[in-house]
Nanobody
Framework: QVQLVESGGGLVQDGGSLTLSCAASGRTFSRYAMGWFRQAPGKEREFVATINWNGNNTYYADSVKGRFTVSRDNAKNTVYLQMNSLRPEDTAVYYC????????????????WGQGTQVTVSS
């Protein structure tokens, strides 16, 4: 229903930072809650963070609380994930997702997904 494209992934040292971006193509981006998920090799895709339609509510997985920040700019149809204090265990493909409704933490809640962007944290 909405097309999403992630960018900003790359290679970073242990303790470093990266900011991911997710650009949406729809005309009604401001009505969608957005989520970030990640999938490491050989593991299931897991929830990372979510943000509601106007950006005044967020929720994070315990594994990233205090290190990651999700935000959005509806004028640019873009959601961001600022990642600080990165660890090797953060290495994964990161995906953004959109849903029409309140922010959510489950894969099943989201109807639109981006292609993913690789984040690799070296030790």
């Amino acid at each position: 229903q909405v097309q999403l494209v992630e960018s900003g992934g790359g290679l970073v040292q242990d303790g470093g930072s990266l900011t991911l971006s997710c650009a949406a193509s729809g005309r009604t981006f401001s009505r969608y809650a957005m989520g970030w998920f990640r999938q490491a090799p050989g593991k299931e895709r897991e929830f990372v963070a979510t943000i509601n339609w106007n950006g005044n509510n967020t929720y994070y997985a315990d594994s990233v609380k205090g290190r990651f920040t999700v935000s959005r700019d509806n004028a640019k149809n873009t959601v961001y994930l600022q990642m600080n204090s990165l660890r090797p265990e953060d290495t994964a493909v990161y995906y953004c997702a959109a849903r029409f409704g309140y922010m959510a933490t489950t894969l099943q809640a989201y109807g639109s997904w981006g292609q993913g962007t690789q984040v690799t944290v070296s030790s």
